[in-house]
């Protein structure tokens, strides 16, 4: 087994150990936070509540930063308005994964892009946490890459996974 898989596997290790017995949310997302550093290295980890209502205007989503590794950059609590736009759509709509590779992916549909690329952030996977079929939340991880290997979604998709119960448990104290 080579020195990747044993560092893989221990780190699985841990964080099977770890988060059945998290006290807490913010507990639960440092350990999946831990992993997701240990296995993807420098980058950034955000989960995001589709706090969008009835009365807001159909054409809107509106995004609540429930958890954030990196609060000094993007604050927890911190609120956007996004339209629709092809990324809304597809994250926000249809539920589905975004990949986005290259500065100007990411400024092709992220407002703060100027602020992500000066953290040395340049490429994006963001997966929709599901309640009932529809996106209740995003799992959002960047790094410092230029490009995703097909394993890194997987495992970004997988910490996305083992999240979800937590980011529904805690929605309703957002």
Not at 118 to 125: C, D, E, H
Request: net charge negative; with cysteine.
């Amino acid at each position: 087994m080579t020195d990747a898989n044993l560092l893989s596997v221990a780190v699985c290790e841990r964080l099977c150990d770890a988060l059945p017995r998290a006290a807490t949310f913010d507990a639960a997302m440092a350990h999946i936070e831990a992993a997701r550093l240990a296995l993807l290295g420098p980058g950034l980890l955000t989960v995001n509540l589709n706090a969008t209502t009835a009365a807001d205007p159909s054409d809107e989503v509106q995004l609540q930063r429930l958890w954030s590794s990196d609060t000094q950059a993007y604050p927890v609590a911190g609120r956007k308005r996004k339209t629709l736009t092809p990324w809304t759509r597809q994250l926000l709509v249809r539920a589905e994964v975004f990949i986005g590779e290259g500065d100007a992916a990411l400024a092709e549909v992220f407002d703060d892009h100027a602020l992500i690329a000066a953290l040395g952030l340049r490429a994006v996977v963001n997966v929709p946490l599901l309640e009932d079929d529809r996106c209740a939340a995003t799992f959002n991880v960047l790094g410092t890459r230029a490009r995703w290997m097909p394993q890194e979604v997987a495992l970004v998709r997988l910490l996305a996974l083992l999240a979800t119960p937590w980011v529904l448990r805690a929605r309703g104290g957002a």
